[in-house]
Each structure stands twice: as C-alpha cells, then as structure tokens.
C-alpha cells in the first residue's frame, strides 16, 4: 500500500519573507530572466556553506515547496531589481 506524504507548500504570500531570509544566510538570490530564479550558495567557501547549510534546510523546511511559485518569485525578484537578463547569446 502507498503511504501519502503530505509536503508543506509555500505560500506566495511568503515569498518576501522567504527572500529575506535566504538573503540574511549570506546566499545571493536573484531573478535570471524572466523564468528561472537561482540561490548563490555556489558562491560560498566551503567554510562557509557548512556555517550556514542547517540554516539553509530550516528555511526550505519552514517555507516547505516552492517550486509552482517559480513565476512568482521571479517576479517579486524582478521587482525589487533583484535580477539578470540575458542575452540571446547567453551573456548578461
């Protein structure tokens, strides 16, 4: 028999707040064109990423599923000029 997993889902209602906490850890986050929105954890130093990795799980566990809010967060992103735009040849 299957088990149900019941995921939290995020609200767009917290998208502002969920931002601002991503931001807090250190992590860049911002809009790549019009569809796609990254986290700059990538750019942290190992040191670094391990001093905030469990924060990082927190905030994906508080706000729990994002991914049907892809177009609303970058939005909101672009709105507060958090954002690339790329070229046709894939340049900034």
């Known amino acids: 028999m299957a088990q149900s997993i ?5 609200k767009e209602s917290d998208i502002p707040a969920f931002v601002d906490e991503i931001m807090e850890t250190g992590c860049g986050i911002c809009a790549v064109g019009h569809d796609k ?11 670094e990423y391990a001093k905030v990795e469990r924060k990082l799980e927190q905030i994906e566990e ?3 599923d994002r991914d049907f809010l892809k177009s609303e967060i970058v939005a909101y992103l ?3 000029g958090r954002y690339i735009d790329v070229g ?3 340049a900034g």
């Open 6 to 10: 019941k995921q939290k889902l995020m």
């Open 37 to 47: 929105y990254v986290l700059g954890d990538a750019d942290l130093s190992p040191a």
């Open 62 to 64: 508080t706000y729990g």
């Open 78 to 80: 672009r709105s507060i």
């Open 88 to 90: 046709a040849d894939g």
